[in-house]
């Protein structure tokens, strides 16, 4: 039992706690993960899209003479980035890795690293 879990307020009361505890039944069968072209994009589309709307959010509050609409324009463009990055969509996963199974891994040897015994010496003049 991990940390968060023993010392939560809803396992203090009796109650088991765990992510399964707030996911609907058929949440085990979604796939949690992204690739890593598809973390690298999340990354460069976020990056982007927080530039852009830093910008906008400025050139708003400043035209308008407003703090409020520039906070407001870019806590909106956050909400969006977030909404577009931090889910795993689909397009995130168009590079998936093939693991080797472990009955093919025992297959094939693990190749094996050489070490020479020959140091090269360091000529002085």
Known sequence: MSYFTQNSLLSFLGYPVSLQTF????????HFTMDWQGQKLAEQIMQIMLLVFAVTAFVAGYVLGSFQMMVLVYAGG??????????????????????????????????????????????RN
Do not use: C, M, Y
């Not at 996911?23 to 979604?30: G, I, K, T, V, W």
């Not at 909400?79 to 693991?99: D, E, K, Q």
């Open 23 to 30: 996911l609907p039944l058929s949440a085990p069968s979604l």
């Open 78 to 123: 956050v909400t969006l980035t977030g909404l577009i990055t931090i889910p795993n969509w689909p397009f995130f996963n168009r590079h998936p890795l093939n693991w080797l199974d472990p009955s093919e891994a025992e297959k094939h040897p693990k190749p094996q690293v050489t070490v020479s015994s020959k140091k090269k010496g360091f000529k």
